[in-house]
């Protein structure tokens, strides 16, 4: 019996075995799935550090809901408080208004000073004005008096290095706000913007000038600044201090102790006053805080004089609340001449507002209005640092001092009556029908307010 034929099988196609990979490929195949990985890795460290940095830098929106208020008196102990300084009764106080009635003073104090001398300022620049109050606090370094000076690192990149070098070998000791490092980026922003200094303890300035020869002279024209600080005496000085050495101590870890910088400080004058101080925390300032504060609690006038008034929407609508009720509201700005034309046109980009409500806007022309004041009611006075955008109230270290005091809101007023004079005048229709170019700067120039 035969077997039945098979079929022959059909030919598989032979599939191509893979040569082994030789050691270098596999190396290298392994190295670019590495790399791979590596560039993956770098590109998440990069963004999350991007995010992180920008975090740090960007304004956190905040809110304020401010409640009736029947007066000013009954603000007051929260004006003071939420800013950091009960109300001290027995200061005096000297208003000192431009450089011809700023630096005789503050000259004569450092000639005068005995035990310590300390300064912060943002801005120290180049001039003779530098160089006498440079050689005048390294002389009395060398007398051995404690000379101690935050300056701020941007603020201060303008001066002149050799004056530094020359304050430091005769014992000065300068500390630099914020300097640029890289393990400190997310602070690169964050600048010390206080203008503050103390005399022996007993002493204290609050100001808005800068050490330069724009802030020299008496606003006499463009190239010497309007501005005006305060000269203090009583028990307020212990709180000046107190703010000089929340930052010293950040930037050198050296505490000030003892009644050599915070003696025990007698009745001096008439004032009551509170210290206020503001640093970014996150929220809310003291600053914020305040200003919307007082505002809601003025019953009769509202003066205002800044350089830098960018108001927000809650600002604008405080402000017209205050109209609402008869309260007489002025604010007095930078004209054409200004050191940032960007922010006095993202200051613009509201005005049409306040003037629909009903608030005064003067300009002033001679010069740039460096004045940072606030007065309510003809009672209580807001003098120093603070302006009113978003870079004073949130990201700047900020210091300014309230006043209690008839008199002194009087002789503020005055001053204000009297560059009145210099003054540009704005109407609400005028306002309105300003050319398209300036409107469009002004919606540009608002866009970037947060970092004005």
Same mark, same amino acid.
């Given at each position: 019996?035969?077997?039945p034929?098979?079929?022959?099988?059909?030919?598989?196609e032979?599939?191509?075995?893979?040569? !082994?990979?030789? =050691?270098?490929?596999?190396?290298? /195949?392994r190295?670019?799935?590495?790399? *791979?990985?590596?560039l993956?890795?770098? &590109?998440?460290?990069?963004?999350?550090?991007?995010?992180?940095?920008?975090?740090?830098?960007?304004e956190?929106q905040?809110?304020?809901?401010?409640?009736?208020?029947?007066s000013?008196?009954q603000?007051?102990? =929260?004006? /003071?408080n939420?800013?950091?300084?009960?109300?001290?009764?027995?200061?005096?106080?000297?208003?000192?208004?431009?450089?011809?009635?700023?630096?005789?003073?503050?000259?004569?104090?450092?000639?005068?000073a005995?035990? %310590?001398?300390?300064?912060?300022?943002?801005?120290w620049?180049?001039?003779?004005?530098?160089?006498?109050?440079?050689? &005048?606090?390294?002389?009395?370094?060398?007398?051995g008096?404690?000379?101690?000076?935050?300056?701020? +690192?941007?603020?201060?990149?303008?001066?002149d290095?050799k004056l530094?070098?020359?304050?430091?070998?005769a014992?000065?000791?300068?500390?630099l706000?914020?300097?640029?490092?890289?393990?400190?980026?997310?602070?690169?922003?964050?600048?010390?913007?206080?203008?503050l200094a103390?005399?022996d303890g007993r002493?204290a300035?609050v100001?808005?000038h800068?050490?330069a020869?724009?802030?020299?002279?008496?606003a006499?024209?463009?190239?010497?600044w309007?501005d005006?600080?305060?000269?203090?005496?009583? !028990?307020?000085?212990?709180?000046?201090?107190?703010?000089? =050495?929340?930052?010293?101590?950040?930037?050198t870890?050296?505490?000030?102790?003892?009644?050599?910088?915070f003696?025990?400080? @007698?009745?001096?004058?008439?004032?009551? @006053?509170?210290?206020?101080?503001s640093?970014?925390?996150?929220?809310?300032?003291?600053?914020?805080l305040?200003?919307?504060?007082?505002?809601? %609690?003025?019953?009769?006038?509202?003066i205002?004089?800044?350089?830098?008034?960018?108001p927000d929407?809650?600002?604008?609508?405080?402000?017209?609340?205050?109209v609402?009720?008869?309260v007489?509201?002025?604010?007095?700005?930078?004209g054409?001449?200004?050191?940032?034309s960007?922010?006095? *046109? =993202?200051?613009h980009k #509201?005005?049409? /507002?306040l003037?629909?409500?009903?608030?005064?806007?003067?300009e002033?022309?001679?010069?740039?209005?460096?004045?940072?004041?606030?007065?309510?009611?003809?009672?209580?006075?807001?003098?120093?640092?603070?302006?009113?955008?978003?870079?004073?109230l949130?990201?700047?270290?900020?210091a300014?001092?309230?006043l209690?005091? !008839?008199?002194? /809101?009087? #002789?503020?007023? +005055?001053?204000?009556? @009297?560059?009145?004079?210099?003054?540009?005048?704005?109407?609400?229709?005028?306002?309105?029908?300003?050319?398209?170019w *300036?409107?469009?700067?002004?919606?540009l120039?608002?866009?970037?307010?947060?970092?004005?």
């Amino acid at each position: 019996m035969s077997l039945p034929l098979r079929k022959p099988e059909k030919d598989k196609e032979k599939k191509p075995t893979k040569e !082994p990979k030789s =050691a270098p490929a596999r190396w290298l /195949a392994r190295t670019v799935e590495v790399s *791979h990985l590596a560039l993956i890795l770098y &590109a998440f460290i990069v963004v999350f550090l991007f995010v992180m940095i920008w975090s740090v830098l960007h304004e956190r929106q905040s809110h304020v809901t401010v409640p009736r208020i029947a007066s000013f008196e009954q603000a007051l102990p =929260a004006i /003071a408080n939420l800013g950091g300084s009960a109300v001290l009764p027995g200061n005096s106080v000297q208003i000192l208004e431009n450089g011809d009635g700023f630096f005789p003073p503050f000259l004569a104090d450092i000639a005068q000073a005995r035990a %310590s001398i300390h300064l912060e300022t943002y801005v120290w620049w180049k001039g003779e004005i530098c160089d006498r109050i440079a050689r &005048a606090l390294a002389d009395k370094a060398r007398q051995g008096v404690e000379v101690r000076i935050t300056l701020d +690192a941007t603020g201060s990149h303008r001066g002149d290095d050799k004056l530094y070098d020359m304050m430091k070998k005769a014992g000065v000791k300068i500390a630099l706000y914020h300097p640029f490092r890289l393990g400190d980026l997310g602070l690169l922003n964050n600048r010390t913007h206080r203008k503050l200094a103390i005399f022996d303890g007993r002493i204290a300035y609050v100001f808005g000038h800068g050490i330069a020869e724009e802030w020299t002279g008496n606003a006499q024209d463009k190239d010497h600044w309007r501005d005006t600080g305060v000269r203090l005496q009583g !028990p307020i000085v212990n709180s000046v201090q107190a703010v000089f =050495a929340q930052n010293w101590v950040d930037e050198t870890a050296e505490v000030l102790v003892g009644e050599k910088y915070f003696p025990h400080l @007698a009745a001096a004058g008439p004032v009551r @006053a509170h210290m206020t101080a503001s640093a970014p925390r996150g929220g809310v300032s003291e600053m914020e805080l305040i200003d919307k504060l007082a505002i809601a %609690s003025a019953q009769k006038e509202l003066i205002i004089q800044n350089p830098y008034f960018i108001p927000d929407k809650e600002l604008v609508d405080l402000i017209g609340n205050a109209v609402q009720r008869g309260v007489r509201v002025r604010l007095m700005i930078p004209g054409q001449i200004t050191d940032s034309s960007v922010v006095r *046109h =993202a200051g613009h980009k #509201q005005f049409q /507002a306040l003037l629909d409500k009903g608030v005064e806007i003067d300009e002033f022309e001679p010069t740039l209005s460096h004045q940072k004041i606030m007065i309510i009611d003809g009672v209580w006075s807001f003098v120093g640092s603070t302006n009113f955008d978003d870079r004073s109230l949130d990201i700047n270290d900020e210091a300014s001092v309230g006043l209690i005091d !008839p008199g002194i /809101a009087g #002789q503020l007023k +005055a001053a204000f009556e @009297a560059d009145l004079k210099r003054c540009k005048h704005l109407d609400a229709r005028t306002w309105s029908h300003r050319s398209l170019w *300036h409107k469009l700067e002004d919606q540009l120039s608002y866009a970037i307010n947060e970092q004005l």
